[in-house]
């Protein structure tokens, strides 16, 4: 048994790591084997049945399904299977986005000195840390419409650090209008500046025609 579902793998690894392009009928082939030997308990032939149903190698293309079948196939102990298990919580692919899960199957795969693992860990911090810059931001907001500039003015203050370019062109607006704080041009345009000038993570914020100003300034009254 050990021995033919291992030529079942074998017979698919083949021809899904080929260099060249395959025609359907090796595609269905390599499949195929992949499902039979994953049917008879070789692990190592889950991740490549994952890989088929996850990219419409000999089948059609079903997320979900290559998603159950990389699960199978890291928590049975494939290690090749953690990096793609963690990829699919990262990006919610076949299955819902889950920091959490992300996390813990992208250190298992750094542990394991997968490639790429490092990366998407770092990145997926950076994407959790935008979307809780943006959520703050949207808070400060919230206070400006609701005329508590001077709230508005020390949230916004503790994205000097943070250097979201947004941000920060808000905080020079309190400080031109002179709402929340005393009204300081220099200061004002110093914010301007650094908003333009941007941040590596957040980007540029830039505002030629005023137009984002006059929003503001349109709340305020």
Request: proline letters at 2%.
């Given at each position: 048994l050990k021995q033919k579902r291992y030529e079942f793998y074998l017979d698919a690894y083949k021809i899904i790591n080929l260099t060249r392009s395959v025609t359907p009928e090796e595609a269905f082939s390599a499949f195929k084997a992949a499902?039979?030997?994953?049917?008879?308990?070789?692990?190592?032939?889950?991740?490549?049945?994952a890989k088929c149903y996850f990219y419409g190698f000999g089948t059609e293309r079903d997320r979900q399904s290559g998603y159950f079948w990389f699960k199978e196939a890291a928590d049975s102990g494939d290690r090749e299977a953690n990096i793609h298990l963690a990829f699919c919580y990262s990006r919610g692919l076949g299955t819902a986005f889950s920091f959490k899960n992300a996390v813990k199957y992208l250190k298992i795969?750094?542990?394991?000195g997968l490639a790429g693992a490092g990366?998407?860990?770092?990145?997926?911090?950076?994407?959790?840390?935008?979307?809780?810059?943006?959520?703050?931001?949207?808070?400060?907001?919230?206070?400006?419409?609701?005329?508590k500039y001077s709230d508005a003015a020390k949230l916004l203050a503790s994205f000097e650090a943070i250097g979201y370019p947004k941000a920060l062109y808000t905080l020079g607006c309190l400080y031109e209008f002179g709402k929340g704080v005393h009204a300081d041009p220099k200061?004002?345009?110093?914010?301007?500046?650094?908003?333009?000038?941007?941040?590596?993570?957040?980007?540029?914020?830039?505002?030629?025609?005023?137009?984002?100003?006059?929003?503001?300034?349109?709340?305020?009254?």
């Open positions: 499902a039979i030997s994953s049917a008879m308990g070789e692990i190592r032939a889950m991740t490549l049945l795969s750094k542990s394991l990366d998407e860990l770092t990145l997926l911090y950076k994407r959790r840390m935008k979307k809780s810059v943006r959520a703050l931001y949207a808070q400060s907001m919230e206070l400006i419409f609701k005329k200061r004002a345009s110093l914010y301007y500046k650094r908003a333009f000038e941007g941040h590596p993570d957040f980007g540029n914020f830039a505002d030629p025609k005023s137009d984002y100003k006059f929003k503001i300034m349109k709340l305020i009254r």
